[in-house]
């Protein structure tokens, strides 16, 4: 496993992490199952494990916490987001101050652990002054609540605007972005994206790098029953056949390589400087010991130019 620093920031992750979304708590609900892939993960050099409140209605925090539990915090580096609904409550939402100091606690509790490594605001909130979120963040950093924090599928001129506004008022400004990357989602990312966070010292923990399970193959003969598209029909609509026949293509490249699809989109997401770690799923522990492989592939300029023929930044 290799490491890389959030940003400009002296921590380090794994740079594959292993994520709780659609899997744990949802997809994978036995606490056996998933403590098996925690511990695989963990065995394989992941350090960094990531969640979020809403996951589940919760449910994916605290399955993920029972099993985090017994491994040493110190070694581990642990995140979790807030924004969405939790109730129907009219405060349960946002980045309202108050909506923050009670979903920290919230989180803490569910997760078992005294503090999060990196908290993340899910979205961007039109509804509260930049400010208020920037001086509640702050807070939770003083408390000892967190350590960092960072923001998840913000614009350039959001991330930007939080980071004057902590150097203006000597606060502490995000350190970390969570967007989805992959070699079908890219352009924004790549033209907006890096470059603000490039500026201001701020790390990517990478979601969605393969594309919900497009880039490994799954639909190359069509949507599988029991397959996440099957189940969104939204995710069924990106199945066009230009997309299809591009993975399909993929393949020969992974094969001169000697790896998979899967390793090798997880790979190239992290030829950037600027990804500190992509967030991968696992549904089995085996996944996982592919997916860490991913982070020992060196992609050459002809097989980037390549991939980048399959997949434009369009």
Known sequence: ??????????????????????????????????????????????????????????????????????????????????????????NDRGLSRKHIMQSIDGTLKRLGTDYLDVYFCHRYDPETPLEETVRAM???????????????????????????????????APKAEQPGYNLVRRRRVESEIIPAVRQHGIGLTVFSPLASGVLTGKYDDGVPAGSRAA????????????????????????????????????AWVLRNAEVTSVITGATRAEQVAGNVRASDITLTQAQLDEIDALFPAL
């Open 231 to 266: 189940r969104n029909q939204g995710l069924r609509d990106t199945l066009t056949e230009e997309r299809l026949a591009a993975v399909r293509a993929l393949k020969g490249i992974a094969d001169d390589l000697g790896v998979t699809r899967a390793q090798l989109a997880l």
């Open 138 to 172: 702050d807070d939770l950093v003083h408390q000892g609540k967190i350590l960092y924090w960072g923001t998840s599928e913000w614009t350039a001129a959001q991330i930007a605007e939080a980071v004057g506004l902590a150097r203006a008022h000597n606060l502490y």
């Open 1 to 90: 496993m290799q490491f890389r620093r959030l940003g400009d920031a002296g921590i380090k992750f794994s740079v594959v992490g292993l994520g709780g979304w659609t899997t744990f708590g949802d997809s994978i609900t036995a606490e056996s199952d998933v403590r098996e892939i925690i511990l695989a993960a963990y065995e394989a050099g992941v350090n960094f494990f990531d969640s979020a409140d809403a996951y589940a209605r919760g449910e994916s925090e605290r399955i993920m916490g029972r099993a985090l539990a017994e491994l040493p915090r110190d070694n581990l580096v642990i995140s979790s987001k807030l924004f969405w609904p939790m109730s129907s409550d009219v």
